[in-house]
């Protein structure tokens, strides 16, 4: 008999016992007095805001929504969903040209790429920071990320015929970090696949997962993109193909938002969406094998991202990483690196953001690694900008370790 | 995913477990849903006689700082309490008489520490009292979040401004041989504590606050830290759901986030708490393991659970799973061969008299012994 089925909360935050766990973890607690904290944010918060939608506060934007108060709460209570939840119902403001523009990800891709040298040589100019600055409060001392000429989508399109000859077939959900910033992810992931007789193949059409969109209040937006690519992933399933990502928050945005936020059922898709790291271990444990060079030596600092932990799969990089001869590994202690998507961007955040990841910078550069692998783009250019150390995917650490 | 021994729990019993077997050479993993009763520690490893050897090596290797004596300590409202083993924050006295003139120093705006009382009980011992609320420039940015200004927000500011309040506290002392000041020191940096007692002309004590606790979270920190060094498994956020267990014998063990992906092991130790970290569960009609399973040792009666005045001996707080003499934890009646019961969620236990640090402990170091004698 199941006795809670009538008194379930939403995000079940009646399990809250008040018990303050949540706060001893939230980063942003530690650097912006203003935010009111996980605890006040959400289940303390959801009482009065159920009794009167004017309890809501503003200040909820200062959550990152790194989730790490739900990793941390012994009560299983949705702290983070709560919040964003929260967000989208009551946040009646208008999201900013700022945010609109910083939230449209595939779209500003598709259109910058096709003029990629100069939209890099323009973004990279202290007059271009100084100006997005003063007009759109982005902060001057960010480092843009540089725009591909060609996208991974043209790329693996041209390899189609190839791909369909293996034996075993691959959807990707590549994401707009992958198709239009930095391709070679991608191709790294081909070539790890392809060794273990895996063609790839990209879904009918992927639109940008969206998360960048909730937390800038365009949930509707949002919306759309979940059951387009619900839809979509439904018929790589459909066909009998697992859907591989290579982004920590496009798949907890795919397996856990999407439902939890947006209330778009994914039932249907969730157990054949896979972190790739996972699927490569799953298949190496079932007795495939890779060769890898002979000579390979490196020295790896792995931070696991905040959607990973919270996804739970950060282990599956971390083993794989540890297979690989010749790499000396060093698991950095759990913590954020203050990016946060779109969040460490605004000029509002810069601050906070950073002081949030110093802790972290200051570990990468007592550990002194060849390199910091992550499966999170934002946190590889807050993590490359902050401390001068080259950031790779897992899965592109895998790749130059293949024997040729 | 294949280990020799999976552990449930990530808390002091699990962290305690799983460290023993990475330093005996085993491959370990620890699933922990949500953060573990550390963060309630009082700082006093109760019930703890002086520590083993295999358990003093254990401490100092991951940085924890304890000692040993046998007396009382000062507990956060004033009274009294037996203790030993202790961390190096908790000062420990022969009587509960240990000074004439006390200072009680508390940060202005800080409400989870309780000045009065503890100068109330503690003038019930024949010492006098007097208390100031210091106000400092560097925790008043604290304040513009009144709700969140805790132990832990404090202290991470102290890690890097304990020498200001040195300097304050001399200024303040007058002919008081005891200062005593709430446990908010020493969350990142071990030495503070230390630094503190050094710099001030009197005796030092750290009393208790409103959780989260300070020593303990800096506890979970290090153990967690030491248990990863040693290439531990830790899978934070995680929840055992299930269990595969074939003739007696755990084969493996279902999470929610591996979901398909089954951890197996040859031994399991199940350390998963009490009734607050959902090791046990209870329904209006009976108290559950949710994992396995388990037979709980409970009274059939809902209403012999408790007693209705809420200051008795309440008997829920004893019920918990049955093991054998050897710690097998027992389903339908049969000892399971390869799962260990350790910590709060044993049966017949009374964590409310302050023995549940020393029962995680000893349990836990008594089910590794069974498991690398076994293996």
């Given at each position: 008999m199941k006795l809670q089925e009538y008194t379930e909360s939403r995000h079940n935050f009646e399990e809250c016992m008040k018990c303050t766990v949540c706060t001893a973890y939230c980063p942003v607690l530690q650097v912006n007095p203003r935010y009111p904290g996980p605890k006040q944010a959400g289940p303390d918060g959801e009482r009065l805001r159920l009794k009167d939608p004017y309890f809501f506060n503003y200040a909820l934007k200062y959550c990152l929504n790194c989730k790490r108060c739900e990793v941390a709460c012994p009560s299983d209570v949705k702290v983070a969903d709560l919040i964003q939840s929260a967000r989208i119902r009551y946040d009646k403001s208008k999201p900013k040209l700022r945010d609109r523009i910083l939230a449209s990800t595939d779209f500003m891709g598709s259109l910058a790429r096709p003029f990629a040298p100069i939209v890099n040589g323009v973004t990279g100019l202290g007059i271009t920071k100084n100006v997005l600055d003063a007009t759109l409060k982005i902060d001057h001392q960010r480092t843009f990320p540089k725009y591909s000429g060609r996208?991974?989508?043209?790329?693996?399109?041209?390899?189609?015929?190839?791909?369909?000859?293996?034996?075993?077939?691959?959807?990707?959900?590549?994401?707009?970090?992958?198709?239009?910033?930095?391709?070679?992810?991608?191709?790294?992931?081909?070539?790890?696949?392809?060794?273990?007789?895996?063609?790839?193949?990209?879904?009918?059409?992927?639109?940008?997962?969206?998360?960048?969109?909730?937390?800038?209040?365009?949930?509707?937006?949002?919306?759309?993109?979940?059951?387009?690519?619900?839809?979509?992933?439904?018929?790589?399933?459909?066909?009998?193909?697992?859907?591989?990502?290579?982004?920590?928050?496009?798949?907890?945005?795919?397996?856990?938002?999407?439902?939890?936020?947006?209330?778009?059922?994914?039932?249907?898709?969730?157990?054949?969406?896979?972190?790739?790291?996972?699927?490569?271990?799953?298949?190496?444990?079932?007795?495939?094998?890779?060769?890898?060079?002979?000579?390979?030596?490196?020295?790896?600092?792995?931070?696991?991202?905040?959607?990973?932990?919270?996804?739970?799969?950060?282990?599956?990089?971390?083993?794989?990483?540890?297979?690989?001869?010749?790499?000396?590994?060093?698991?950095?202690?759990?913590?954020?690196?203050?990016?946060?998507?779109?969040?460490?961007?605004?000029?509002?955040?810069?601050?906070?953001?950073?002081?949030?990841?110093?802790?972290?910078?200051?570990?990468i550069r007592a550990v002194d690694p060849e390199v910091v692998a992550c499966d999170c783009e934002t946190c590889k250019w807050q993590i490359e900008m902050s401390t001068g150390y080259t950031v790779a995917n897992p899965i592109s650490i895998l790749a130059e370790a293949l024997a040729d | 995913m294949k280990f020799n021994t999976v552990i449930i729990g990530g808390g002091l019993a699990g962290l305690v477990a799983g460290i023993s077997l990475q330093k005996a050479g085993q491959n370990t993993a620890i699933i922990s849903s949500g953060q573990n009763a550390l963060h309630f520690f009082s700082g006093t490893f109760e019930s703890m006689e002086e520590p083993s050897q295999q358990l003093a090596e254990l401490f100092s290797e991951a940085g924890i700082r304890t000692h040993y004596q046998a007396g009382v300590r000062l507990m956060p409202l004033g009274t009294f309490r037996p203790a030993a083993l202790s961390l190096e924050d908790i000062s420990l006295f022969p009587t509960s008489h240990f000074g004439k003139k006390v200072l009680i120093v508390n940060f202005l705006g800080y409400h989870d520490f309780f000045s009065s009382f503890l100068a109330e009980?503690?003038?019930?011992?024949?010492?006098?009292?007097?208390?100031?609320?210091?106000?400092?420039?560097?925790?008043?940015?604290?304040?513009?979040?009144?709700?969140?200004?805790?132990?832990?927000?404090?202290?991470?500011?102290?890690?890097?401004?304990?020498?200001?309040?040195?300097?304050?506290?001399?200024?303040?002392?007058?002919?008081?041989?005891?200062?005593?000041?709430?446990?908010?020191?020493?969350?990142?940096?071990?030495?503070?504590?230390?630094?503190?007692?050094?710099?001030?002309?009197?005796?030092?004590?750290?009393?208790?606050?409103?959780?989260?606790?300070?020593?303990?979270?800096?506890?979970?920190?290090?153990?967690?830290?030491?248990?990863e060094l040693l290439g531990g498994t830790y899978l934070a956020g995680d929840e055992a759901t299930g269990a595969h267990v074939h003739e007696g014998v755990v084969?493996?063990?279902?999470?929610?986030?591996?979901?398909?992906?089954?951890?197996?092991?040859?031994?399991?130790?199940?350390a998963s708490g009490g009734f607050f970290s959902k090791g046990l569960r209870s329904n209006p009609f009976q108290i559950q393991e949710p994992v396995f399973g388990l037979d709980v040792v409970q009274a059939a009666d809902r209403s012999d659970w408790y007693q209705p005045d809420f200051m008795q001996e309440q008997p829920y707080m004893s019920f918990g799973v049955q093991t054998d003499a050897q710690l097998h934890a027992v389903r339908d009646g049969q000892a399971l061969k390869n799962l260990f019961a350790v910590g709060s969620i044993l049966g017949g236990t009374r964590p409310e008299m302050g023995t549940a640090a020393g029962l995680a402990i000893r349990s836990a170091l008594a089910a590794v012994d069974q498991i690398l004698r076994r293996s």
């Open positions: 996208s991974f989508e043209a790329w693996l399109r041209r390899r189609e015929k190839e791909q369909a000859a293996f034996p075993e077939q691959v959807s990707y959900f590549h994401g707009c970090y992958v198709n239009y910033n930095y391709p070679q992810l991608g191709k790294d992931l081909v070539k790890v696949l392809n060794a273990l007789g895996v063609g790839v193949r990209l879904l009918e059409k992927e639109k940008c997962c969206g998360i960048a969109m909730i937390t800038n209040g365009m949930s509707e937006q949002a919306t759309r993109h979940a059951t387009h690519n619900v839809a979509a992933i439904e018929a790589a399933v459909h066909e009998g193909r697992k859907v591989l990502t290579t982004s920590s928050s496009c798949t907890l945005t795919l397996r856990e938002e999407y439902p939890n936020l947006l209330g778009v059922d994914n039932t249907a898709i969730r157990d054949s969406l896979l972190m790739a790291t996972r699927f490569i271990y799953e298949k190496l444990e079932r007795g495939a094998s890779l060769r890898f060079r002979p000579d390979f030596h490196k020295k790896v600092a792995y931070h696991v991202p905040c959607h990973m932990e919270r996804l739970g799969w950060g282990v599956f990089s971390e083993k794989l990483l540890r297979l690989i001869p010749g790499v000396e590994f060093t698991l950095l202690d759990s913590a954020c690196c203050g990016i946060a998507g779109t969040y460490g961007f605004k000029k509002e955040n810069y601050a906070a953001s950073q002081a949030i990841g110093a802790p972290l910078f200051e570990q | 009980g503690l003038e019930k011992q024949g010492m006098s009292c007097r208390i100031h609320q210091l106000k400092l420039a560097q925790l008043e940015w604290l304040e513009q979040s009144p709700s969140e200004m805790r132990s832990v927000q404090i202290a991470r500011i102290m890690d890097r401004i304990w020498d200001v309040v040195v300097q304050e506290v001399r200024v303040l002392l007058k002919d008081e041989d005891t200062v005593v000041l709430p446990q908010v020191f020493g969350l990142q940096d071990i030495s503070v504590p230390g630094r503190i007692r050094q710099g001030i002309p009197a005796q030092v004590v750290f009393a208790g606050t409103l959780p989260p606790s300070v020593p303990g979270i800096r506890t979970q920190m290090l153990l967690k830290r030491r248990y084969h493996s063990i279902v999470t929610k986030n591996l979901d398909s992906h089954f951890l197996e092991a040859g031994h399991f130790i199940l």
